[in-house]
C-alpha cells in the first residue's frame, strides 16, 4: 500500500522572503514525503531555453489567462516584475488533493492569502532567513541581481515578514537539515 493511499490530501502555502530559501527546503522536503507534489504555475511570460510546458511552468496567452480569471479557474495570481501573470490552476490543485497528495504552492505573500480565502483548509507555512543581514548575503551571493533589484526585494522583505504572524506556521531557515525536518513535521501533523 503506498503512503499516499493512508493520507488524506491538502493544501500547503509555502511562502516568504525571496532568498529565504524556500525554493532549496521545498526540493529537499520532495525527497522526505513521496505522497507531497509541487503544484506548477501557469504564466503569461515566454518560456526560457531549457523550460518545458507543464514541468516548469504553463505558458499561456494573455486572452487565456483572462478567461481562467473570468472562469475563477485560479486560485490565486499576480502581475509579477515584468509585467507577466503568474497564477495557480484551481482544478489541478484539487485533483491532486483528491487523490490523496500533500499538495505544495510556493507562492508569495499576497497569494498565500489569495488562497487562503478561496480554501480555508489551507496551510499556510512562512520561511524566514535568520535576519536580514544574512538575507542580503543570500541574495548577493546569487550574483544574479543588480543592486537595485536586491533593495527592491529587501524592502519586499519588509513588508512580507510584517505579516508572517498571519501564518500557520513559521519556520526560520538557518539550518537548512532542522529546517526541512521541521516542514515535513507540520505536513505530517496535518496529513495523518
Known amino acids: 500500500m503506498h503512503q499516499s493511499d493512508l493520507r488524506q490530501g491538502n493544501l500547503f502555502v509555502v511562502s516568504g ?12 522536503l520532495l525527497q522526505e514525503l513521496p505522497d507531497a507534489w509541487v503544484s506548477v504555475s501557469v504564466t503569461t511570460r ?3 531555453k531549457d523550460e518545458i510546458e507543464g514541468k516548469q511552468y ?4 494573455d486572452a487565456h489567462f483572462d478567461a481562467l480569471i473570468e ?8 502581475y509579477v516584475y515584468g509585467g ?13 488533493i483528491a487523490c490523496g497528495q500533500q499538495v505544495i504552492l510556493e507562492i508569495d505573500v ?10 480555508p483548509a489551507a496551510h499556510l507555512v512562512f520561511i524566514e ?3 536580514l543581514t544574512v538575507l542580503e548575503k543570500r541574495l548577493r551571493g546569487r550574483g544574479t541581481e543588480t543592486q537595485e533589484m536586491i533593495e527592491k526585494r529587501l524592502d519586499t522583505a519588509k513588508v512580507e515578514l510584517s505579516q508572517k504572524m498571519e501564518y500557520d506556521v513559521r519556520l ?9 525536518a521541521e516542514l515535513v513535521s507540520f505536513i505530517n501533523e496535518c496529513a495523518d
Open 17 to 28: 522572503p525571496s532568498g529565504a530559501g524556500k525554493g532549496t527546503l521545498v526540493a529537499h
Open 46 to 48: 515566454k518560456p526560457r
Open 58 to 61: 504553463f505558458f499561456v496567452d
Open 71 to 78: 472562469q475563477d479557474a485560479l486560485l490565486e495570481w499576480a
Open 84 to 96: 507577466c501573470r503568474y497564477g495557480t490552476l484551481r482544478k489541478t490543485v484539487e485533483e491532486h
Open 110 to 119: 499576497q497569494g498565500a492569502f489569495q488562497v487562503k480565502e478561496k480554501m
Open 129 to 131: 532567513p535568520p535576519d
Open 172 to 180: 526560520i531557515n538557518d539550518d537548512l537539515d532542522e529546517a526541512v
